[in-house]
């Protein structure tokens, strides 16, 4: 399966602290895509990062490729209590109609304490 | 821009209804894409369309279907609905290898 895989499934921790969830996925890619949702609400889009890409930023978000190990990490730093969501990584690839399919893991949970 | 918009917003239904879920894309994308979400998991892909044509489908049955107008908004149909069918559904809207961005989804009950 193309499908993304994150660890870990669930994770805890306390506002200011820096939270890192990990992807790995287990054939190439197009690009890779993380994003949040909100209590089984829609997803929210964070960041795309290609598959020419290392690392790429966004105000307190920070993500990294590896095309040679299949994995990517979301780095979230001095987390808050509105950052407390499940985070999902999406992988594209070419399916056979010749278009890019984002398929998706389980997801991580995170919890921001106050 | 409103982004991507599906309405309705909940729904409940009953085991042999058919439903009938409708998506507007983002401005400037030509494709859509459904998936749904049970509680818990991750978003399936059900399929895309591009063109008014399905380009691409996941492991979903016959029952679900759909169909792209020419202002490239989406409807997803399920017939003879199951009590597994509850869940979330999600449409997403993309260009050319672009990102997709998501609506607010549709919470379907099936009781």
């Known amino acids: 399966s193309q499908q993304g895989e994150e660890d870990p499934q669930a994770l805890s921790i306390q506002e200011g602290e820096n939270a890192t969830m990990n992807c790995s996925y287990k054939?190439?890619?197009?690009?890779l895509q993380w994003y949040r949702q909100n209590s089984g609400r829609g997803l929210v889009h964070l960041i795309l990062?290609?598959?020419?890409?290392r690392e790429k930023h966004s105000g307190r978000l920070r993500v990294t490729l590896d095309t040679s190990k299949k994995s990517s990490s979301l780095l979230i730093t001095a987390s808050r209590a509105a950052d407390t969501a499940s985070y999902f990584c999406?992988?594209?690839?070419?399916?056979?109609?010749?278009?890019?399919?984002?398929?998706f893991g389980r997801g991580t949970s995170l919890i921001v304490h106050p | 821009d409103a982004g991507v918009t599906q309405s309705p917003t909940h729904l409940i239904k009953t085991r042999g209804q058919q439903v009938t879920l409708r998506c507007s894309p983002k401005s400037g994308h030509d494709t859509v894409s459904w998936y749904q979400q049970a509680l818990g998991q991750g978003p399936q892909f059900i399929f895309q369309?591009?063109?008014?044509?399905?380009?691409q489908r996941g492991n979903f049955p016959d029952r679900f279907s759909g169909h792209q107008f020419p202002n490239y908004s989406s409807e997803l149909n399920v017939n003879a609905l199951l009590l597994g069918d509850s869940a979330l559904y999600l449409c997403a809207s993309s260009s050319y290898s672009g990102g997709a961005y998501f609506g607010p989804g549709t919470r379907l009950t099936v009781l």
């Open positions: 990062i290609r598959s020419n890409e």
């Open positions: 054939t190439s890619i197009n690009n």
């Open positions: 369309y591009y063109e008014e044509e399905e380009r």
């Open positions: 999406a992988t594209s690839f070419m399916g056979s109609g010749g278009s890019y399919i984002p398929t």
